[in-house]
């Protein structure tokens, strides 16, 4: 018999691996991870009680309805059960919803540069990927984005705030993009820095879900939560949607351990939105301390700025890492650096410093 391998979809060839932000070398020197976008701050002690507490039953699958979860958020949101569906992390929820929507044939549009999931998610539903370019200010181009829907469109992204430029939509163009959109087009708003947003013409999208049954609303606990490493997200979407989202869910994606400690957060919120809120005056003292070095930078209000450095993109990166700072390139566009602790973004300061000076 000659060996042939397994015959696997031809179109895998073309999707790339999920890059991760990189950790600090092994061996190398100390260095502070800013790329991933993660929160610099410990777990709560309370939370990990709880996570402990639900690692002494972890010979036993977790809940799979997410109960304890659901009722917490529906809470929490003042939305009813019926319109949530969990997954493993948002962007599972974001595969589901793939799942939900699209394959061969169909069209997913989202903006470009935007979260590098979106290609490979779609790319992998086996759907056709339509990118739309960002306005010149790093925004999304919304109204590029509503002339790009053909009758083969099924879902369309909208990340507000956008990873990696930090970019927001406001309410009333995305109240107009919305109304250009077929109703049979689910819209999806990734919300993963909601918590981060200090703009008030930015929408809450789960106000705009609610007169909206064809919209979506992508949550985290990942990043203002500090649950990461844990894996859990959600949706807020009308029923019919969100069914389709518990239905493409992997069975018993979210462990216990994350249940659990995703409840004991939003219990614990206060808390943590306080620690939110030191990181978006950080956040200004970051944006604050770059545009005074010089540097053009887009307007933040997620936990991360973006440098558009083109072809000087990997030597920025490699004078950070130097310095003791892990940031994230984009090759030949640009890199983007998560707001970490205030020691971290002095390092990242001096460093972005001396770079130019050296321009
Ligand atoms: N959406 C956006 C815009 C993101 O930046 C990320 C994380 N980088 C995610 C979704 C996914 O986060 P998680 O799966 O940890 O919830």
Same mark, same amino acid.
Not at 317 to 324: R, S, T
């Given at each position: ?138 925004v999304h181009?919304l ?15 909208v990340?507000n705030p ?5 970019t927001v939509v406001h309410r009333e163009e995305l109240e107009r993009f ?19 947003i200090?703009d008030a013409e930015v929408p ?49 994606? /979210? ?5 659990? @400690?995703?409840?004991?957060? +939003?219990? !614990?919120? *206060?808390?943590?939105?306080? $620690? ?25 209000q ?34 983007? /650096? ?5 020691? @971290?973004?002095?390092?990242? +300061?001096? !460093?972005? *410093?001396?770079?130019?000076? $050296?321009?």
């Amino acid at each position: 018999m000659s060996e042939t391998s397994p015959k696997l979809r031809a179109e895998l060839d073309g999707i790339p691996t999920y890059k991760p932000g990189r950790p600090a070398a092994a061996g190398g020197p100390v260095a502070f991870k800013l790329s991933s976008n993660e929160n610099p701050y410990p777990p709560l002690p309370g939370v990990m009680e709880k996570a402990v507490a639900a690692a002494g039953n972890f010979n036993r699958y977790p809940d799979m309805a997410c109960t304890g979860l659901m009722n917490e958020l529906a809470d929490r949101f003042g939305v009813p059960v019926s319109h949530l569906a969990t997954g493993t992390g948002s962007v599972g929820v974001a595969q589901q919803l793939l799942q939900a929507t699209s394959g061969p044939g169909d069209e997913v549009i989202y903006a470009w540069r935007s979260f590098e999931a979106y290609p490979i998610i779609t790319q992998i539903s086996g759907a056709t990927s339509v990118p739309v370019p960002l306005t010149s200010g790093d925004v999304h181009d919304l109204d590029a984005m509503a002339d790009a829907v053909t009758d083969r469109t099924r879902l369309i992204f909208v990340c507000n705030p956008n990873n990696p430029t930090g970019t927001v939509v406001h309410r009333e163009e995305l109240e107009r993009f919305l109304d250009r959109i077929p109703s049979d087009v689910l819209v999806v708003l990734d919300e993963a820095y909601r918590e981060f947003i200090r703009d008030a013409e930015v929408p809450d999208g789960l106000e705009i879900y609610r007169s909206r049954p064809n919209v979506a609303v992508l949550r985290t606990f990942s990043k203002a939560y500090g649950l990461a490493g844990l894996r859990v997200g959600f949706a807020v979407a009308h029923e019919p949607v969100a069914a389709a989202l518990r239905k493409t869910a992997v069975p018993f994606g /979210v462990s216990q351990l994350a249940q659990d @400690a995703a409840v004991a957060s +939003l219990q !614990a919120e *206060d808390e943590l939105l306080g $620690r939110v809120g030191a990181l978006v005056a950080e956040r200004a003292r970051v944006y604050e301390g770059l545009v005074k070095q010089g540097w053009t930078v887009p307007p933040t209000q997620a936990n991360f700025v973006w440098l558009r450095l083109g072809e000087r993109t990997a030597d920025f990166a490699a004078a950070c890492e130097e310095a003791g700072v892990v940031v994230r390139p984009f090759p030949g566009e640009g890199v983007r /650096v998560t707001i970490g602790e205030s020691e @971290a973004n002095d390092i990242f +300061l001096h !460093a972005a *410093d001396a770079f130019r000076s $050296r321009l």
